[in-house]
């Protein structure tokens, strides 16, 4: 489906970061206690995720086998669709180095500034795979990332999701 009726008129496009509600800043300790970010749409919108791009800033020394600047995660980021009531992982393993990130998205950068921090992007593009991820808010269909290690070691993190609403 293209982001535009067959009459050429516009849809509505959005960017906007997935939350725990209140945070946007994936840079939690979910380390006792999981901590999810979602994006889903309301329940009388159905949105088209086309992409999501996540964004972690660290010191310097990012590696293939580190996360940010720092050693593996323990127990790593899950990536999860829930369509129709059903929440499966999106990924067959969880996120747990930069080398995860690289083999599983389609655009990773590093940027580095000088003395200032480092920052990593990478572009996850849903229609690469072959169509967008469609949210149905009447069915609470939402992509969610949870957090289960302590990331407070990263100055931020956080994804924002691309698409439309229908």
Same mark, same amino acid.
């Given at each position: 489906?293209?982001?535009?009726?067959?009459?050429?008129?516009?849809?509505?496009?959005?960017?906007?970061?997935?939350?725990?509600?209140?945070?946007?800043?994936?840079?939690?300790?979910?380390?006792?206690?999981?901590?999810?970010?979602?994006?889903?749409?309301?329940? @009388?919108?159905?949105?088209?995720? #086309?992409? *999501?791009?996540?964004?972690?800033?660290? /010191?310097?020394?990012?590696?293939?086998? %580190?996360?940010?600047?720092?050693?593996?995660?323990?127990?790593?980021?899950?990536?999860?669709?829930?369509?129709?009531?059903?929440?499966?992982?999106?990924?067959?393993?969880?996120?747990?180095?930069?080398?995860?990130?690289?083999?599983?998205?389609?655009?990773?950068?590093?940027?580095?500034?000088?003395? @200032?921090?480092?920052?990593?992007? #990478?572009? *996850?593009?849903?229609?690469?795979?072959? /169509?967008?991820?469609?949210?149905?808010? %009447?069915?609470?269909?939402?992509?969610?990332?949870?957090?289960?290690?302590?990331?407070?070691?990263?100055?931020?993190?956080?994804?924002?999701?691309?698409?439309?609403?229908?």
């Amino acid at each position: 489906m293209l982001p535009y009726d067959p009459d050429g008129v516009q849809k509505n496009i959005f960017a906007i970061r997935l939350t725990n509600g209140s945070n946007d800043n994936m840079a939690v300790d979910g380390s006792d206690t999981s901590v999810e970010f979602e994006i889903a749409p309301p329940s @009388d919108e159905i949105w088209r995720v #086309a992409s *999501w791009t996540l964004y972690i800033e660290d /010191q310097k020394g990012f590696n293939i086998t %580190s996360y940010g600047a720092n050693g593996a995660l323990t127990n790593g980021m899950l990536i999860q669709g829930t369509f129709g009531g059903v929440t499966s992982n999106m990924l067959s393993y969880p996120i747990k180095t930069n080398g995860n990130i690289a083999a599983t998205t389609n655009d990773v950068k590093l940027f580095t500034f000088g003395n @200032d921090n480092d920052v990593l992007t #990478a572009k *996850w593009d849903f229609t690469s795979s072959g /169509q967008f991820v469609r949210l149905d808010g %009447s069915q609470g269909d939402k992509l969610t990332v949870v957090v289960r290690d302590d990331m407070t070691f990263l100055s931020k993190q956080h994804i924002l999701a691309n698409g439309y609403k229908e």
